[in-house]
């Protein structure tokens, strides 16, 4: 026979594993697709600018006029413009990233708080505030270090793929 009161709080349940794709998928939404696009575009340009850096070394390395004053300038001048449009370009894929997924976190930051703010009295009544307090500061987390973080290894690991 059970007592009244014995069974008010729920007891909590444990999911293993890693962030699931549902997580990433409405992360991105939040993101936005053209803040989304813009970013993968400003690594994509970041690639393009360091492939052309290494071929046009290897051409110069490859020329047998590169000691000439005016050739090695023109392959110096040409090689130092594809390095500053290659941190150009990271410089904003950087931060286009960094604003973008800040605003992200932001709004999944009010989804939560309004979601927990909006909740039904008995959810109060049978969670603990430490429990609350423990998975929302853990969800937080990984919206802000977690998710970032493997969307800019998962652009960086593909590009250099590619």
């Not at 110069?60 to 390095?83: E, H, M, P, Q």
């Not at 286009?96 to 008995?122: G, N, Q, V, W, Y």
């Amino acid at each position: 026979s059970r007592q009244v009161g014995q069974d008010l709080i729920e007891t909590e349940r444990i999911e293993e594993g890693g962030v699931k794709w549902d997580v990433y998928k409405y992360y991105a939404q939040a993101v936005g697709y053209f803040a989304f696009v813009a970013s993968i575009l400003f690594y994509v340009i970041y690639q393009g600018f360091s492939v052309g850096a290494n071929i046009w070394l290897s051409r110069w390395a490859d020329d047998d006029t590169a000691s000439i004053i005016s050739v090695r300038n023109k392959y110096l001048a040409v090689y130092g413009t594809l390095g500053v449009l290659q941190s150009l370009s990271i410089m904003f894929a950087t931060t286009c990233f960094a604003i973008f997924t800040l605003e992200a976190a932001t709004k999944l930051h009010d989804s939560m708080l309004m979601r927990i703010l909006r909740a039904p009295m008995s959810f109060f009544d049978t969670t603990p505030t430490g429990r609350m307090l423990n998975r929302f500061s853990k969800d937080i987390d990984i919206v802000d270090t977690t998710i970032p973080m493997n969307f800019r290894m998962l652009f960086n690991q593909l590009l250099n793929v590619l």
